[in-house]
């Protein structure tokens, strides 16, 4: 009976281990011809019947492939969990870890994705891809701190339950957008693909309707959508010609991507042909853009020679030949993948990469080449830029704003088209006029002179406001001036701005003809002495009078009604002489200044603006003993402060003019 019993357990672990056998045989072979969705379902179930005790290695290889297909298909949650069993399990192959610090990195593990890059690289210190990913992992967190001035948001009348990518805009009008989408298609049918899960994508465009958002959705006419999968549109400058990407299928088959080309004619597409790169079928042709010269077709390729992953490569094209292939170099390729190329209409090359330093998965780059062959490269950063993938950047022609792919927040990891547009910097004041008692000044004029030249007069509105544009990286002097008033300068600068910016400038203008109070001028409690938060407003003072180097004043010193008038105007005068002795420190000549004395001899007549602040005043009232005495101590109190001031009355306007 024990015999029988051994038996048949010894039969049932033959069978599990030949199902399991069985399984990852299936997925690997759906795995080598790129069926990553198909084979993940053999890897899982693999997964879960092998014994890791009794089959350690085998636990291991199946995690790790399992996690790649997860990987490759934009699940990273599920890529991280089976990358970290693999490592668990030691999986012989150190790429695991390589994979583990990618997928941590993309999930925001920074520090996790750091170790994982350590211990890969004291295996393999000089590979390029865990140098870079390491850097970015300790830096992108503090460039997303930093974001450009670019705006991005979400194009919901392109999007639906499906994938949308590579969106372009053929001849660069914004007006008509084509993108790849696995939606629906009732003109060719479909299923789903076996290497993503999901339909086969096909190309469809838009076009915005009167209240400027996309309508009319629909697959483009002729014959370029089939039941393979198509993508990657790309356009001729002028619009004419459409070149795209053909994955072809063929059941147990691995097929390389293929580019095709469609004339436009008559209003509708002509047959698609393909772009011959190659007599090898097996090799992959992909994402193709033309140059705005249309000398070159620049594609991604796995083509031998490159430097690992897919490369971005350029052919020279000759009439409807193409030249031999040739790689655009390691400024632009790397160790991991390059893909999704757009030569924009200034020559700058736009692709994506996981391969360059950056936020994790694909980031989109841009590059110039200058006369010598040699790219300057830059990350488009945050917010074009995230950790999940960002490609398939296209621009509307001459503007600074276009469409992109991204599956960021996506929890199935589907791609999204979003919108992106780098505002108009504009720099500008919008100022107004006053008298010093607040009275807008119409018709008063400001003169605004620019280190760039500029030198221009505007003239206040009714309610004395005005509005000057500035340009970017230019210094101003404004100078403004009403008949009746002083002059009064101002400086603007938007030297080094990057962000539009509003200049809120207001011009407070001084009679020439009455007195000027000033503000906030105090004095130590019955004494001449000044307090030191008398400087600010002295100090506007001070720039009064050099902006007015042809008046001398007079510095008038007024007391309440509290004491005897003999000792008030004493203690006036020498008020009046401290404000003369500050404003010749400040470098004003002494011949332009008189000290005056007043006491309480000038007791203030209420203006406007006074008796508006104050309900229990009236305009035009003055505010002698008689009128204090009718009011509330506390209004009283508030009578005596307005009559202590300090003032000042312009004597002459033409000092040093003759």
Not at 54 to 80: F, G, I, S
Not at 160 to 170: G, H, I, L, M, Y
Not at 352 to 377: C, Q, V
Not at 594 to 607: I, L
């Amino acid at each position: 009976m024990r015999i029988v019993k051994y038996f048949l357990c010894f039969l049932v672990a033959l069978l599990t281990s030949c199902s399991v056998n069985q399984q990852i045989k299936k997925g690997d072979k759906r795995y080598e011809i790129g069926e990553y969705y198909k084979s993940s379902s053999n890897y899982r179930r693999a997964y879960n019947k092998v014994n890791v005790t009794k089959d350690r290695q085998k636990k291991a290889y199946v995690a790790y492939r399992l996690a790649n297909c997860y990987r490759l298909n934009n699940d990273n949650e599920k890529a991280e969990r089976y990358y970290a069993n693999a490592v668990k399990y030691h999986y012989k192959d150190s790429t695991a870890l390589l994979y583990y610090a990618e997928v941590l990195r993309k999930n925001k593990k920074a520090k996790a994705a750091v170790e994982q890059y350590d211990a890969y690289l004291a295996l393999a210190p000089r590979d390029v891809r865990a140098i870079n990913g390491r850097a970015s992992a300790l830096e992108a967190l503090e460039w997303e701190k930093n974001p450009t001035r670019y705006k991005v948001e979400k194009i919901k009348e392109l999007n639906s339950k499906r994938s949308e990518r590579s969106p372009a805009f053929p001849g660069g009008d914004g007006e008509v957008v084509y993108f790849a989408t696995s939606r629906e298609n009732k003109e060719v049918g479909g299923k789903n693909s076996n290497i993503t899960g999901v339909r086969n994508n096909d190309i469809f465009y838009a076009r915005k309707n009167s209240v400027d958002e996309w309508d009319n959705i629909a697959p483009v006419e002729g014959d370029i959508n089939t039941l393979d999968d198509e993508g990657s549109p790309s356009f001729s400058v002028d619009g004419k010609v459409m070149y795209f990407t053909r994955c072809r299928y063929v059941k147990g088959e691995s097929h390389g991507a293929e580019i095709c080309a469609a004339v436009r004619s008559g209003g509708k597409w002509g047959k698609a042909k393909e772009v011959k790169l190659s007599k090898d079928s097996t090799i992959t042709f992909a994402h193709p853009t033309i140059s705005p010269d249309g000398k070159f077709l620049y594609f991604v390729s796995d083509l031998a020679g490159g430097y690992g992953g897919k490369d971005i490569w350029r052919s020279a094209v000759e009439g409807d030949k193409y030249g031999a292939p040739v790689n655009l170099g390691p400024q632009i390729n790397t160790p991991g993948d390059e893909m999704f190329p757009y030569m924009r209409e200034d020559s700058t090359l736009y692709f994506s990469s996981n391969g360059h330093p950056g936020f994790g998965g694909l980031d989109i780059f841009y590059a110039k080449e200058d006369a010598d062959g040699n790219w300057t490269l830059h990350n488009m950063m945050y917010p074009i830029n995230s950790n999940y993938d960002d490609f398939g950047i296209s621009f509307v022609q001459g503007k600074e704003k276009g469409a992109f792919s991204t599956n960021r927040g996506e929890k199935k990891g589907y791609d999204k088209i979003w919108y992106f547009e780098l505002p108009e910097v504009v720099f500008e004041i919008t100022g107004n006029v006053l008298s010093t008692t607040g009275e807008p000044l119409a018709d008063a004029i400001v003169r605004v002179v620019g280190t760039d030249g500029t030198n221009t007069k505007i003239k206040t509105k009714k309610d004395g406001s005005f509005k000057v544009p500035l340009k970017k990286n230019v210094e101003y002097v404004m100078l403004g001036n009403c008949r009746g008033y002083l002059n009064q300068k101002n400086d603007v600068t938007t030297v080094g701005l990057e962000d539009s910016k509003n200049f809120p400038i207001s011009f407070s203008l001084a009679s020439i003809s009455k007195p000027v109070g000033l503000d906030n001028i105090f004095f130590e409690f019955g004494k001449a002495t000044l307090s030191p938060q008398s400087s600010t407003a002295l100090d506007k003072l001070v720039k009064l009078l050099n902006d007015n180097p042809n008046i001398t004043i007079e510095i008038g010193a007024h007391t309440d009604r509290v004491g005897s008038a003999e000792g008030n105007l004493q203690l006036s005068g020498k008020r009046a002489e401290s404000v003369v002795e500050y404003l010749i420190k400040g470098g004003i000549e002494a011949d332009r200044l008189t000290a005056k004395g007043y006491g309480k001899s000038q007791p203030v007549t209420v203006s406007k603006a006074t008796a508006q602040k104050y309900n229990f005043l009236k305009e035009d009232s003055v505010l002698d003993e008689e009128t204090i005495d009718k009011l509330t101590p506390e209004q009283q109190e508030i009578a005596n402060g307005i009559n202590r001031r300090t003032e000042f009355r312009v004597l002459k306007t033409t000092y040093k003019m003759y």
